[in-house]
């Protein structure tokens, strides 16, 4: 092979590598486009039996970011709310080993329920986690008229090594009032 053909066979081979590099860059762009007759919808979750266990904090964390932003789940109310892109887990601490105070103490600007709890949580070995990554949203169709989605979550138990959760039920609300349930896979 002359030199001239191995100048332009890697010249090619650059040339490939740009194309490649540019065809990526834009489908990881276009993840986030909206897409026209869909919209975004958060999932609420719900842990049902969460008040059969006073003596523990329940706090959330995103599979992506980790602890960067972390919240306290309140009571039964639902949570699971942010970026359409993002998954979470479920995490436990007894409350007597929770420094609410270390917790609070890098609180989002931006979203106040919401801190970065990386230097508290991260290595803390009184935090116990859930297997069960939970998605923040779903794309659907704007004609399924689909208003909420409410996920229940059951607390199965909590042991020094881990906190298992499962699924037990969705409901999903339309705007004419129908209300559809569906039991996890």
């Known amino acids: ?5 191995r100048i332009w066979l890697n010249r090619r ?3 490939a590598a740009l194309i490649s590099i540019v065809l990526l ?3 990881c762009a276009s993840a986030d486009v909206k ?15 969460i008040n059969d266990y006073p003596d523990y904090i329940f706090l959330t964390s995103i599979n992506i970011w980790g602890w960067k932003y972390a919240s306290m789940i309140n009571s039964t109310g639902p949570f699971g709310k ?3 892109l993002d998954d979470f887990i479920v995490h436990a601490i007894r409350a007597s080993d929770f420094d609410k105070d270390s917790f609070l103490s890098q609180r989002d600007e931006y979203d106040p329920d919401t801190v970065n709890c990386t230097n508290y949580c991260q290595n803390n070995s009184k935090i116990v986690s859930s297997s069960l990554i939970l998605p923040k949203a ?3 169709e704007e004609i399924l008229s689909l208003e909420k989605i409410e996920v229940f979550l059951k607390i199965d138990n909590i042991t020094d090594q881990a ?14 009032g129908t ?3 569906l039991l996890p896979d």
């Open 25 to 27: 860059l834009s489908l």
């Open 179 to 181: 209300i559809q349930e």
């Open 13 to 15: 081979k650059i040339k």
């Open 82 to 84: 942010g970026y359409k």
């Open 163 to 176: 906190l298992n959760i499962s699924k037990i039920k969705t409901l999903y609300y339309y705007e004419n």
């Open 1 to 5: 092979m002359t030199l001239e053909s």
């Open 138 to 140: 779903t794309s659907i």
């Open 35 to 49: 897409v026209e007759g869909w919209r975004d919808l958060n999932y609420d979750y719900i842990i049902s039996n």
